[in-house]
């Protein structure tokens, strides 16, 4: 028992990080930003495009289809296309929400399309390998969660390599569809605005802009089911050290 216990503890340091990989792990996770108004024009390198590019197509991808593609926007009239459509449904969102929240919601900036020197839609293709993948069989959306999945992973890379990334949503499905001619089996999932910018912003701005507060995360795990809160000794001293942890995420803002 004494020797497996011996050869699990090896196993187990062989396959950690080493600190500082593991640092910069977490410095990129935690000091990425949706970036809407701190683009600056200067061009971003092929090499380190490239690499970016590279991280997005390692994602984890169900049944290893790989639906995804990226496409890569500098034409200023496609960008000026897709901007005409965020302004429109910009003004559209403004009526939906509730009168204390529309001027708040109006004077935020929530996309830099036409200042960002580079936009990339990442997309999905559902019909990538044909009707039936391993894992889609009974989750049908998990093609869409693995271009997700791209998504994180470009986003992480980009924040690693110096670069701000900005996700618009706030956008016309079909009009994007038809401005980049998407063919019918392919669902945009992220249009993202990419570029060097002038600096990233300590907090969220939605967070700064206290559109909502950050929760805390003692509050929002479970076990065994949905709201289940700690029942047993293990599972509390989990609660208490992710409450020990608070200041976790700020040890890496430096």
């Given at each position: 028992?004494?020797?497996?216990?011996?050869?699990?503890?090896?196993?187990?340091?062989?396959?950690?990080?080493?600190?500082?990989?593991?640092?910069?792990?977490?410095?990129s996770i935690f000091?990425?930003?949706?970036?809407?108004?701190?683009?600056?024009?200067?061009?971003?390198?092929?090499?380190?495009?490239?690499?970016?590019?590279?991280?997005?197509?390692?994602?984890?991808?169900?049944?290893?289809?790989?639906?995804?593609?990226?496409?890569?926007?500098?034409?200023?009239?496609?960008?000026?296309?897709?901007?005409?459509?965020?302004?429109?449904?910009?003004?559209?969102?403004?009526?939906?929400?509730?009168?204390?929240?529309?001027?708040k919601y109006k004077?935020?900036?929530?996309?830099?399309?036409?200042?960002?020197?580079?936009?990339?839609?990442?997309?999905?293709?559902?019909?990538?390998?044909?009707?039936?993948?391993?894992?889609?069989?009974?989750?049908?959306?998990?093609?869409?969660?693995?271009?997700?999945?791209?998504?994180?992973?470009?986003?992480?890379?980009?924040?690693?390599?110096?670069?701000?990334?900005?996700?618009?949503?706030?956008?016309?499905?079909?009009?994007?569809?038809?401005?980049?001619?998407?063919?019918?089996?392919?669902?945009?999932?992220?249009?993202?605005?990419?570029?060097?910018?002038?600096?990233?912003?300590?907090?969220?701005?939605?967070?700064?802009?206290?559109?909502?507060?950050?929760?805390?995360?003692?509050?929002?795990?479970?076990?065994?089911?949905?709201?289940?809160?700690?029942?047993?000794?293990?599972?509390?001293?989990?609660?208490?050290?992710?409450?020990?942890?608070?200041?976790?995420?700020?040890?890496?803002?430096?």
């Amino acid at each position: 028992m004494d020797l497996y216990k011996k050869d699990s503890k090896q196993s187990q340091e062989q396959h950690h990080f080493s600190e500082q990989d593991q640092y910069g792990l977490y410095k990129s996770i935690f000091n990425r930003r949706d970036v809407r108004g701190q683009f600056l024009p200067s061009e971003i390198p092929n090499d380190v495009l490239s690499r970016i590019l590279y991280a997005a197509h390692h994602a984890p991808s169900v049944g290893f289809m790989q639906p995804w593609n990226f496409i890569v926007i500098k034409s200023p009239e496609i960008k000026n296309r897709i901007h005409q459509s965020f302004t429109l449904a910009h003004q559209e969102a403004q009526a939906m929400f509730e009168a204390e929240k529309q001027d708040k919601y109006k004077n935020l900036k929530l996309e830099g399309i036409i200042e960002s020197p580079i936009n990339i839609c990442i997309t999905c293709d559902r019909n990538r390998t044909g009707k039936t993948v391993i894992g889609r069989t009974h989750m049908k959306e998990m093609d869409l969660y693995s271009s997700v999945c791209a998504v994180q992973n470009f986003w992480l890379a980009a924040r690693a390599e110096g670069l701000g990334v900005g996700w618009v949503s706030i956008l016309h499905h079909d009009t994007l569809k038809e401005t980049l001619a998407l063919p019918d089996s392919v669902v945009p999932i992220a249009y993202l605005c990419v570029g060097y910018v002038s600096h990233f912003n300590e907090k969220p701005e939605l967070e700064s802009a206290n559109w909502l507060p950050r929760r805390p995360i003692d509050e929002l795990v479970n076990f065994n089911g949905w709201e289940q809160a700690a029942s047993n000794n293990t599972e509390q001293a989990l609660i208490e050290q992710l409450r020990a942890n608070i200041d976790f995420p700020q040890s890496f803002n430096k």
